[in-house]
């Protein structure tokens, strides 16, 4: 199993949700949180893992989003900017 744990960062622009135990690529954008940006990030960050390792993930492989962090913001949302800071990149 492959456990996302997402940073939400939100405002009336919509939805920047970030992987935080994959490096800064991993992220997404979206004007909802559940129908869009949520549903991007489980395909972001599987495209992330191919390029970091030259190999695809499993393809029956089970995927769990966890939120573990969210934040009400007011930068620019649509221009991926953010006032989060995440912890040290790691790749798992």
């Not at 089970?62 to 939120?67: A, D, E, G, M």
């Not at 969210?70 to 912890?87: H, M, W």
Request: charged share 20%; with cysteine; hydrophobic share 40%.
């Amino acid at each position: 199993m492959q456990l996302i744990r997402a940073v939400i960062e939100y405002n009336a622009q919509g939805f920047l949700i970030y992987a935080d135990n994959f490096p800064p690529g991993a992220y997404a954008r979206g004007k909802t949180e559940g129908g869009e940006a949520l549903a991007k990030l489980n395909a972001e960050v599987q495209s992330y893992r191919l390029w970091a390792t030259g190999h695809a993930p499993p393809q029956n492989e089970l995927i769990q989003t966890r939120v573990v962090q969210r934040k009400r913001s007011d930068v620019q949302i649509c221009d991926a900017d953010t006032d989060i800071i995440l912890p040290p990149n790691k790749f798992l």
